[in-house]
Nanobody
Framework: QVQLVESGGGLVQPGGSLTLSCAAS????????MGWYRQAPGKQRERVAR???????NYADSVNGRFTISRDNTKNTVYLQMNSLKPEDTAVYYC?????????WGQGTQVTVSS
């Protein structure tokens, strides 16, 4: 079993920045590709970024150029640096395996972008 704990969310003004962290614990031996997902009120959860164990990254069009995903395999932690935040980035952010999010979802971390 792998447990995922997301942190780093908060309230930020448009144009601001936040860095999210996702710490994995438990059976994390050779944790594979991971993704950051988000779910806004009334919307389906969507993937915003993905990173393989070797560091290959890709992003949803809506965040490309503003968000940067990274990982530290020695710490079993995945990060999401978010810059130039927009009100439409407001959501609960989660991490999970990708493309198939087969781990139990964590509690997520709320990101609110508002003036």
């Amino acid at each position: 079993q792998v447990q995922l704990v997301e942190s780093g969310g908060g309230l930020v003004q448009p144009g601001g920045s936040l860095t999210l962290s996702c710490a994995a614990s438990g059976s994390t031996f050779r944790l594979g590709a991971m993704g950051w997902y988000r779910q806004a009120p009334g919307k389906q959860r969507e993937r915003v970024a993905r990173i393989t164990r070797g560091g290959i990254k890709n992003y949803a069009d809506s965040v490309n150029g503003r968000f940067t995903i990274s990982r530290d395999n020695t710490k079993n932690t995945v990060y999401l640096q978010m810059n130039s935040l927009k009100p439409e980035d407001t959501a609960v952010y989660y991490c999970n395996a990708n493309p198939d999010p087969f781990f139990q979802w964590g509690q997520g971390t709320q990101v609110t972008v508002s003036s």
